[in-house]
């Protein structure tokens, strides 16, 4: 157990719907980062925030939007779904240092399924 | 850019045989980390590299960064069928965020 908590584990929904993806960081990580990752491919950057604030952007689409929370936490919200947004979207937190990102905690990730 | 590249993209070994993965910048790299992730998990990290020329070992894996801080590798001794997975290194970018993974190396090991 990584200490990271991701919901809803699976989704399954239609084409031009939106939904939101929940993260809860590890206790006392400040930073959280957001991944997609769809079927044989790796692991692609989309957003990381810092206590709150957005500290570097990915190859995020404009249908897709972030927030870090006052207590931390992160949502992730996918709009105007399309067939291609099908994928694994994992959440990691870390503490970073001022050297580097650190070590990153991964949840167990969000399916997203679009029909 | 600041992409890194990872070969081989999959490995089919024999249960006893050993394996490596291996990572390369075109540009120098503050840092290296590696991640492995089980089939169906999530990805899990291993280590971190930061001196030039750093070699690691866990138990039957060492990492190495080279010299020039460009390329890195994992190397497994005597691969067992726990050791099935995805291989992934990634690039720090200083405390900003973004790290960057390279595309992963799959291994499956035959028992």
């Known amino acids: 157990d990584s200490g990271v908590t991701q919901t809803p584990k699976h989704l399954i929904t239609a084409t031009g719907q939106r939904v939101t993806l929940r993260c809860s960081p590890r206790s006392g990580d400040l930073s959280v980062y957001w991944y997609q990752q769809s079927l044989d491919q790796g692991l692609q950057f989309l957003i990381q925030y810092y206590n709150g604030e957005e500290r570097a952007k990915g190859n995020i689409l404009e249908r897709f939007s972030a927030q870090q929370f006052p207590d931390l936490h992160s949502e992730l919200n996918l709009s105007s779904l399309e067939l291609g947004d099908s994928a694994l979207y994992f959440c990691a937190s870390s503490v970073p240092t001022i050297r580097d990102t650190g070590e990153l905690f991964f949840g167990e990730g969000s399916r997203l399924t679009v029909l | 850019g600041q992409q890194v590249m990872q070969i081989p993209q999959y490995q089919h070994v024999q249960e006893g045989e050993d394996f490596t993965t291996y990572c390369n910048s075109s540009t120098t790299l503050s840092n290296i980390q590696w991640y492995k992730q089980r089939p169906g998990g999530h990805p899990v990290f291993l280590i971190q590299?930061?001196?030039?020329?750093e070699v690691k070992k866990q138990k039957r894996l060492t990492f190495q960064f080279g010299e020039a801080k460009k390329n890195s590798s994992l190397h497994i001794t005597a691969t067992q069928t726990t050791d099935v997975g995805t291989y992934f290194c990634?690039?720090?970018?200083?405390?900003?965020?973004?790290?960057?993974f390279g595309q992963g190396t799959t291994l499956q090991v035959k028992p």
């Open positions: 590299l930061v001196k030039s020329g």
């Open positions: 990634a690039r720090g970018s200083g405390n900003t965020g973004k790290l960057i």
